[in-house]
């Protein structure tokens, strides 16, 4: 036998038994308290057009698509990312539509990563947009509905930790940068990679006080104390109100009664492009993955004809699922499955057993003896 049949590639895997359904009932707590808060479902393709997803969109950059061919040789992607695809859909079903829109979502996104750590390049997330709506009260929904999907799913030690795209543009503005340096340098900065931050701004000849203030972004993360912190830092109107609408926020999320789950990072920036407000990121203990990753993208809509602004997160099932069983905090015990087994000659009668158990819903098995 060919034992290679049996396997699958680096970086995708078989889920069954309790473990699947362990991840089916963890989706459909958070599939309830989405639609609670009027988010309705939404099924989009598992590959599109190669143009959804392509560099001016912001996502995932081209070498980890999987990109293939159709017969008509257009080129096709199998999706990494749900959010270009939600704003695809909010153009094209509701261009003239000013009331906010909310989509929730679940289905397996696709990356080709390289195979470091063991890292899965399918992996199911469950989301929520919340399109038209540029208000901080927006913001705060979407931070509380993160909150309250963990807390749902079982998880009970978590952080949301926020940081703001244009506290950082801002300053890179003010300072000159060209969107290449700046580009570079917020990836630089997101993997805490401050040596070569420090070697990339010194090169391009950035004058020594903006060295400065872009180094320190990445010092202000803790609790909201670090908001006082990171608005003595900077001069910019810029960025001074992107510290103003976080303090806002925090607000918001007091009403809630979630401020204990969140904390604040200024220097949180995301390989992502399309963000142009708050970003976030939920951590737990057990994974070193966010198992949510989200924040507002109110310009990518405009790539696909319609003025709207938007807020969003995904939940990463899969890491939430290795948390939750790391932890222990996976309450879900399945229900038994009877077994009921039958002999030719008892088959009719065994059979309505099964019929009654199953009416009563009892899950329920019906067998020959062997
Ligand atoms: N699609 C983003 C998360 C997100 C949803 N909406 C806005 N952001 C991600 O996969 O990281």
Known sequence: ???????????????????????????????????????????????????????????????????????????????????????????????????????????????????????????????????????VQADG???????????????????????????????????????????ELRSLISDKNIFGAEELLTGRGVAQSYCKMLLKVSEHFGSVEVLNEAKGLVNNPRSLEAVRRLENLYRVLQSYGVAKYVSFDLGMLSKYNYYTGIIFKAYTYGVGEPVVKGGRYDRLLGYFGKKAPAVGFAIVVDDLMSALERQKACAYEEDEIRVLTYHASDYEEKLLEARKLRAKGIRTVLRPDL
């Open 141 to 183: 929904e979407m931070i509380a509905l993160v909150v309250e999907s963990l807390l749902e799913a079982g998880l009970k030690d978590f952080q949301v930790s926020i940081g703001q795209m244009e506290y950082f543009k801002g300053i890179c503005a003010q300072a000159g940068l060209d969107e290449q340096t700046e580009n």
């Open 1 to 135: 036998m060919n034992r290679q049949l049996l396997h699958t590639p680096e970086g995708v895997r078989d889920i069954y038994g309790k473990e699947y359904a362990r991840k089916l009932a963890v989706e459909d707590l958070i599939h309830d308290r989405l639609r609670l808060y009027g988010y309705q479902d939404i099924q989009t393709p598992t590959f599109e057009f190669f143009d959804v997803f392509s560099r001016e969109i912001g996502t995932t950059s081209s070498r980890e698509l999987y990109k293939f061919f159709d017969k008509e040789g257009n080129t096709l992607v199998l999706r990494p990312d749900f959010t270009p695809s939600m704003a695809r859909c909010a153009a094209k079903y509701f261009m003239d539509e000013d009331i906010p829109i909310r989509f929730c979502y679940a289905g397996n996104t696709f990356t080709n990563t390289g195979s470091l750590q063991g890292k899965l390049k399918e992996v199911t997330q469950m989301g929520a947009e919340l399109i038209g709506d540029g208000s």
